[in-house]
């Protein structure tokens, strides 16, 4: 009865969407230097530069989500067959 009335319609918009891939211009040298650093003897900062960047990535796809589509619940225009 709760979804009844209201603009509970059932369909709910999705958590995340595609990733851009040009989000991918910032990642990939973000990731590359987290290996050297982590190579370098850095590794606290090596996994502060991994975890920004799949925040990056969780904020991009965020973001990009589709657009939820709402229907109107009544049309106004409806013509009913015979009545003119």
Known sequence: MAGQYGRSSGQRRPAFGRVDPFCLFAVVPMLLLAGLLFWGGLPEVAIGLIVLSALLVVFDSWTNRPVKVVEPEYDDDY????RY
């Open 79 to 82: 013509e009913q067959p015979g």
